[in-house]
Each structure stands twice: as C-alpha cells, then as structure tokens.
C-alpha cells in the first residue's frame, strides 16, 4: 500500500467559525472548552439536560485539572454554550462513546456515532465539515460520510479518492490523544493525527486543529488515522499484559515482582510497566478488541494481551480470597476503586469491578475508599467510608495508588498490594 501522508500541508490562520462539539463527557467538554478559548464560537451538544445546564452555569460535571476555571471563564463571554438539540455550525466534532457490545468484547457499538449523524445531518449545508473523533474501527469515517450523503441527497458528499474535491460536506477523522489528569494541556501540545476521506477534508481539519494546538499536525487518510489510534493503545495494552504477567509468574516463583522490575529497568534498553489489578478506562480496555474483531486471526498477540489483563482481577480476587477465607470474621479494606490513580473515573474499572465482586462474596465484610466516590453512581451497593477506616481492616487490598494514599504507612495486617502502592 502506497503511503498516505499529505505532505504538502502547511500551517495557515484558521478563520474563526463556529464549532459544535457533539458529546460533552471526557473528551468532548474539555476539547469545547479549549476551542472556545482559541476563538471559535463553540456549541456544545448532549442529549443529558443535566450536562447542558451544568455547562451552562460554568460548571464542570467531570473532574479534570484546570477545566472549571476555563469552563467558567468562556461561558461567561459566551464563547461557549450548551444546547440538547442539534444546532446550526459550520463544522462538527463528534465526541460520543464507542463502547463494544453489551456481552461482546470484540465488536464495537458504533450506535452513538451514527444517532449523532443521524442529529446533525439536518443541519448541514454546503461548505459544512464534519470530524469524527471517537475511537473507532477502520471504515467508519466512511460509514458516516456514507450515512450523510444518504441522509442529506441534495448535498455532495465526496466519497474517496475517486471523488473531485468540489463537494458540498467535507469528512474527516482526527482521535484524541490525551490522559485524564493532563487533558487540557495536552489538547494544546500534543501531535495530532487528521485522517481525510479527501485530501482537501483533511487540510480542513487540520486547520481547524492548527487553532487550537501548538503540537505537530499529521495528515493521512481516514482509514489510516482511524488504525493509528487503535495501534497506540494496543500497543500500550501489549505493554501493560507483560507486566501483569510477570506478577502472575513472580507470584508463582515467589518473587517479590517490584523489586524484579525494578532491578530490571535499570537496563538501558529495558521499561518494564507496573503491574496492577486489569486495565480500566474507555480506551484502553476497549480499543484493541476492535482490532481482533476486524483481524482475529492477525491478531494474535494483540487478543492474547486483552486475556491477560482481563484475567487479571480474577487472580487478585483468589488471592483475597485465599486470606478471607481463613477466618469467617475477617473483614477487608480495599483502596481505591477508579480505572487510574488521582481522576474520577469509574469507566471499565477493574478495581471498582473486584471490590463489587468481593462485596458479594462476603456480603458485610467489605468496605470501600476512593477519593472519588462521590462520583459513583447512586446504586453502586458498596460501603463507602473514610481510607482510615478501610486501612484499619484486618485484610486490605490495595487497588488503586491515588496520591493520597502514597502517603499511607503499609498496615499491619494482611495486604495484598495489586498496585504496588507500598512497593
């Protein structure tokens, strides 16, 4: 296959339009925020009325260093604005989830995607743009141009290579490439990747990003881009299953793994990751099942790092158990229960998944703390109290190494540390 970078992008001065950014969760909320502070003026979109009026009144419904601050400040200048109906923009981000399947972990629920189309399609006219952003597998860039031009056939929507560039609605795909905790600032700094399903699609895209961010600008195709975004975080998944398993091998060799990968590392060519209880979150755990959904037999090493981080939990709850199990009275504290340590988020959590399971097991004997419960939702069925409290338990069980729980001495009582939090 031919290479396709567009190498004769150059950065140009972005005109000032308006943007509406459609998903207002991790992604979407912080990336209106930072358009809005560059000049455009943002709308933003969800269909959760409570999102729209906390956005609205400069709040923030999500934890993220610095956001509150920038949300109240270009919402009182009206730069940015919510509504709960499609509106009228000259270009559209689409920032929705794209979860797998309900009892599926290889294929993606592309629903989200194609309901947002579906809301905008109406509001297209000529000389619209609209991005696509939410991680997805390779086509459905396409898909949604597809979709448009269906949906709208009074519009040209040019489909491929084979097109002209002279088409009313240009379409493109550029993923998101931050971490929780550094969001905003990396918005702003880090490379991005444009894919276009026209050259011309993609120059416009990466205009609008030149606005917005300091960081190196990459044009390729869609299809590319697309691929990109799932090889980085199945490279990382890839990563972190190495270092799951060699916990599980130390733990059968008894070997202290910390201290193994520790005195590894000090190779100069060696970074051993830190083991922990799974992978968690809304890319990494997901993404990479796109690949082995759209390549299952290629993709062999790629399935067999998802395995093994999605075995992990099952072997910190038999090691629990195994101490639980000695003594009908003892009761267990576990430490942390969000998918990373210092962020709010609960998505595809394996600690939030183990300390349910193990609340089950011993129904009364578990407590729970994380500095960010409150972000829990209300049927969560765990004993939330203080870490004190969880740390005075005669079993505890550390899962996630928040900042304040580095400060903590180890207990005296019977540990199992998944997160190295007093390695």
């Known amino acids: 296959m031919p290479l396709t970078i567009y190498a004769d992008f150059q950065a140009e001065s972005q005109e000032r339009i308006t943007v509406a950014v459609v998903g207002l969760g991790y992604i979407g909320l912080p990336t209106a925020a930072v358009m809005a502070r560059a000049g455009h003026r943002v709308i933003g979109y969800d269909i959760q009325p409570d999102v729209v009026a906390s956005v609205n009144a400069g709040r923030s419904h999500l934890v993220e260093p610095g ?51 579906e809301a905008i399609a ?48 240009d379409v493109a795909y550029s993923p998101e490439r931050v971490i929780p905790g550094r969001t905003l600032r990396e918005l702003e700094s880090n490379a991005r990747v444009v894919g276009g399903v026209t050259p011309r699609a993609a120059r416009r895209a990466a205009a609008l990003y030149r606005s917005m961010t300091s960081g190196e600008i990459l044009l390729t195709d869609d299809r590319s881009a697309e691929f990109v975004k799932l090889a980085e975080n199945a490279f990382r998944d890839v990563n972190i299953a190495y270092a799951n398993e060699l916990s599980l091998v130390c733990d059968e ?5 910390w201290e193994v990968i520790q005195l590894a590392n000090h190779h100069p060519r060696v970074n051993i990751l830190t083991p922990g209880p799974g992978v968690g979150g809304h890319c990494i755990a997901v993404d990479p099942w796109f690949i082995v959904a759209q390549a299952p037999e290629a993709a062999r090493l790629i399935r067999t790092a998802r ?16 101490i639980m199990d000695l003594d009908p009275s003892l009761r267990l504290g576990c430490l942390g229960m969000t ?43 765990l004993a939330i109290v203080p870490h004190a409290a969880a740390l005075g338990e005669p079993v505890v069980l550390a899962l996630v190494p928040h900042a304040e729980f580095k400060a903590l001495n180890r207990p005296d009582a019977h540990v199992v540390d998944a997160c190295g939090l007093w390695a």
Do not use: W
């Not at 696509?132 to 597998?137: A, D, F, K, Q």
């Not at 269906?150 to 040209?156: E, F, G, V």
């Not at 395995?307 to 195994?322: Q, S, T």
């Open 339 to 381: 998918f990373k340590a210092d962020v709010d988020d609960f998505r595809e959590s394996p600690s939030l998944n183990i300390a349910k399971a193990l609340s089950a097991l011993y129904p009364g004997r578990v407590v729970c703390a994380d500095p960010y419960a409150d972000a829990l939702p209300s049927d969560h069925g």
């Open 67 to 117: 956001l509150d601050l920038l949300l109240a400040a270009v919402t009182a200048g009206k730069a940015l604005t919510a509504v709960h109906e499609a509106p009228q923009a000259d270009a559209y981000l689409i920032t929705v989830p794209t979860p797998t399947k309900t009892g599926d972990f290889n294929h993606p629920d592309l629903s989200s995607v194609f309901s947002a189309v």
């Open 253 to 257: 060799l008894d070997l202290n793994v």
């Open 307 to 322: 395995l093994v981080n999605d075995g992990k939990p099952r072997f910190v709850i038999e090691k629990v158990c195994e």
């Open 122 to 169: 109406p509001r297209l006219v000529k000389g619209s743009m609209v991005v696509l952003e939410s991680t997805s597998p390779v086509g459905t860039t396409r898909q949604v141009a597809q979709r448009i031009a269906a949906l709208r056939p009074d519009l040209k929507v040019a489909l491929g290579s084979g097109d002209k560039e002279d088409g009313d609605i």
